[in-house]
């Protein structure tokens, strides 16, 4: 069973920086995919951005040269580098793991963690 579990949210002031982690035990696959999405009050759950084992990553246009994806597949492990932030980035932020490769969308991923929340004020 994989199992995403995330740290590192907070709250920060417009223009300030935040880093989150994520730790995905029980992930075998040797073609994988770790992702970050978000959900704010009200909205539907958004892609924020992936990385696959075979080295490619994907980015929401929203959050394109702000964010930094890292994922780790040694160690299973994947951060997200939060950079310039806005207050439209608050929201509740979720790991997600897929032993397969898929695209920044929800419903191809099967694991997630319970989010930690990010919250940017004006």
């Known amino acids: 069973q994989v199992r995403p579990v995330e740290s590192g949210g907070g709250s920060v002031p417009a223009g300030g920086s935040l880093r989150l982690s994520c730790a995905a035990s029980?992930?075998?696959?040797?073609?994988?995919?770790l992702a970050w999405f978000r959900q704010a009050p009200g909205k539907e759950r958004e892609g924020v951005a992936l990385?696959?084992?075979?080295?490619?990553?994907t980015y929401a246009g929203s959050v394109k040269g702000r964010f930094t994806i890292s994922p780790d597949f040694r160690k299973n492990t994947l951060s997200l580098e939060m950079n310039s932030l806005l207050p439209e980035d608050t929201a509740n932020y979720y790991c997600?793991?897929?032993?397969?490769?898929?695209?920044?969308?929800?419903?191809?991923?099967?694991?997630w963690g319970q989010g930690t929340q990010v919250t940017v004020s004006s």
């Open positions: 997600a793991a897929s032993d397969w490769f898929v695209r920044l969308d929800p419903s191809e991923f099967k694991y």
């Open positions: 029980g992930l075998t696959s040797t073609k994988a995919t």
């Open positions: 990385g696959t084992s075979d080295g490619r990553t």
